[in-house]
């Protein structure tokens, strides 16, 4: 029956609607959010933003996102790319930044739009991502960093912490510091260019960049990282983390809430 | 009638009870409050620790601060004192604070609290303070800081920033550039120590500090350095704004959410 009545068909059934395609940098306060994705009883980033386009484009324009943030975690570089019907997309980009915003609310921003070649692939595409993980490291809270800073009150060794970090760079087997999520063998080797800490005031920022993160890695790294800080492991305790690859033997999950998903990188 | 009956008074009714001087350091987001006082309608940040020391030290304790914050305005390091009864003063400092954060939201938080000397005053003993305001100086807002800094999405000239900016440093009569609260003559002369701004990425933090400040001074004097960054006045024009003593001749006033009382000094 199909091919049957291929050659009658009228030709706007059988040629697809002219599409553009879009590349998206999102930035957003993850506190009332499910992470990028819904999840049941809360909303997802991508929800939202997909009503947004929505609100611009008439008809549902499914984003297609680099990374999906957890619940409680922000970005300030997500990147998602979207199909737009040509023939409706009648706002040059720049324009169509201002008219999602003004559909958003405003712990979510469209920080850039631009048009992408068609083969672009906002996740199978991305060569690399950097994530910042803020502490705040003081005795008492700092009430504007509340919901963007994990709040360690003791005092830290933060020579131990660097030397801890100087192990994590280069290709290793991650097991030890992500969720169990049933990776398959070696599905868990990743390789870090960067994991270092800057301290400004009580301010700790971690910057860990690499080629790719298994669920909850950052945080894994971090929560180690943080009891070396405190004595709880040596620094020479991480390379012998990673043989074990269990997740039981690395040291705590941070909290979702310092978490920053910071950039995407695309090409080289 | 009342000198009368002094010498048979019992000894508890003549002698005031015994009465220890603390000092507080008080950290607070002010978003959601009318400012250090209540006003009509709404919260103010002394109330609320107020009542947390009520709830702590039974009585009611009154709070003198070293300054007034405006609605919306935050604060790292405000500082007040309290007298409080010696008889019911029963745990260590380090305790005290911990205890009032227990009965604190977690927008206001007791940063230090330590024991002043009896004549300590923390309004008439302060020697100078230092505020900071943020600016986010990119076309997209920063969810992140949406309630701690100005969004200007223009464009600015960081060198006629800093040019403008020097010219606010030394002994003036910033009359031009605070709130007309109806100040006698020569009652609006301060000497400013430090203005100036640094820049991280798309983050502005213009830090300045002084022997005190008039009513909205800092805001007026960063609404002004941005509209000079703008090209609205050259950075010469700040000398020309301070002879004419009028409000009118200086720039906008920047908006209450991106400053914070940074710290406030004390001796020399």
């Not at 790319?81 to 979510?108: F, M, Q, S, T």
Request: aromatic share 8%; charged share 20%; proline share 5%.
């Amino acid at each position: 029956m199909k091919s049957q009545h291929s050659n009658i068909a009228p030709p706007h059934a059988s040629i697809p609607a002219a599409k553009v395609k879009m590349r998206l940098t999102i930035a957003y306060d993850g506190t009332h959010y499910s992470g990028w994705q819904v999840q049941k009883g809360s909303t997802g980033v991508q929800d939202v933003v997909e009503r947004a386009l929505a609100g611009v484009i008439p008809g549902h324009h499914r984003l297609h996102s680099s990374s999906r943030t957890d619940t409680g975690v922000h970005a300030l570089g997500m990147v998602a790319h979207v199909e737009l019907p040509k023939d409706k997309l009648k706002v040059p980009p720049r324009k169509l930044r201002l008219a999602l915003n003004a559909h958003l609310p405003g712990d979510i921003r469209i920080v850039t739009v631009s048009r992408a070649r068609p083969g672009f692939h906002a996740r199978f595409d991305a060569t690399g991502k950097q994530y910042r993980y803020f502490v705040w490291n003081h005795p008492a809270m700092n009430p504007l960093l509340r919901t963007t800073a994990w709040h360690v009150p003791q005092a830290l060794d933060l020579a131990a912490i660097r030397a801890a970090a100087a192990h994590f760079v280069g290709q290793h087997d991650f097991r030890s510091f992500a969720a169990n999520r049933g990776y398959a063998f070696h599905d868990t080797v990743r390789t870090l260019t960067r994991c270092g800490v800057r301290r400004s005031g009580s301010l700790l920022t971690f910057i860990i960049e690499g080629d790719g993160f298994l669920y909850r890695m950052c945080r894994g790294m971090v929560g180690t990282l943080i009891q070396v800080g405190r004595g709880r492991f040596g620094a020479d305790a991480i390379p012998e983390m990673f043989r074990h690859k269990d997740r039981r033997i690395a040291g705590m999950t941070a909290p979702a809430h310092g978490l920053v998903l910071w950039k995407v990188n695309y090409g080289r």
